[in-house]
T-cell receptor, first 111, second 116 residues
Framework: DAKTTQPNSMESNEEEPVHLPCNHSTISGTDYIHWYRQLPSQGPEYVIHGLTSNVNNRMASLAIAEDRKSSTLILHRATLRDAAVYYCILSGGTSYGKLTFGQGTILTVHP | GAVVSQHPSRVICKSGTSVKIECRSLDFQATTMFWYRQFPKQSLMLMATSNEGSKATYEQGVEKDKFLINHASLTLSTLTVTSAHPEDSSFYIC????????????FGDGTRLSIL
């Protein structure tokens, strides 16, 4: 499976935008880029996914580089409830739906 | 929408006991369900993939006779940890998908299993 690289941790202030980067230089043409997040002692929560074009939903935006080798999850206004581990995962190619979780990015939001 | 219910949320039992965990998709039909395990301060590790009506596919290193998975209907999958030992203590999480390529997975809230 193609791997992703994320920073171990990031910090933000409440009500400010947060840009969470993800590198996936070995992405294949059929891989989708998925983002999930996990709050302490809970199961992961789906955030957003995309293939080539940028995507927006009620939770976040996903900006995908033109060469698809990197992407950025954008939280437009961070809240304290957005503090979580954010996982960037490639899926849908040969893995067909399987998700391989890396270590993710621990996002801390300061009031 | 897309709610997955996992039960029980916490189990504490003696070594040698078998424990069954249920995973239900409440408002959609899940052709595929996944079972994960997460140890403290680590990431999720996929244990197995189950498709409704067929045998589960286990990841390398996961004992299929130890972790019995049944996916008898489109809304229910169960994981039974047989003859559990303290090293099986972990956070077990299920997820469900409608099975189409690139469809998101919807996760349960997890089961914290503690074997004494």
């Amino acid at each position: 499976d193609a791997k992703t690289t994320q920073p171990n941790s990031m910090e933000s202030n409440e009500e400010e935008p947060v840009h969470l980067p993800c590198n996936h230089s070995t992405i294949s043409g059929t891989d989708y880029i998925h983002w999930y997040r996990q709050l302490p002692s809970q199961g992961p929560e789906y955030v957003i996914h995309g293939l080539t074009s940028n995507v927006n939903n009620r939770m976040a935006s996903l900006a995908i580089a033109e060469d698809r080798k990197s992407s950025t999850l954008i939280l437009h206004r961070a809240t304290l409830r957005d503090a979580a581990v954010y996982y960037c995962i490639l899926s849908g190619g040969t893995s067909y739906g399987k998700l391989t979780f890396g270590q993710g990015t621990i996002l801390t939001v300061h009031p | 929408g897309a709610v997955v219910s996992q039960h029980p949320s916490r189990v504490i039992c003696k070594s040698g006991t078998s424990v069954k965990i249920e995973c239900r998709s409440l408002d959609f039909q899940a052709t595929t369900m996944f079972w994960y395990r997460q140890f403290p301060k680590q990431s999720l590790m996929l244990m197995a993939t189950s498709n409704e009506g067929s045998k589960a596919t286990y990841e390398q290193g996961v004992e299929k006779d130890k972790f019995l998975i049944n996916h008898a209907s489109l809304t229910l999958s169960t994981l039974t940890v047989t003859s559990a030992h303290p090293e099986d203590s972990s956070f077990y999480i299920c997820s469900a998908s409608q099975g189409a390529r690139a469809q998101p997975q919807h996760f349960g809230d997890g089961t914290r299993l503690s074997i004494l």
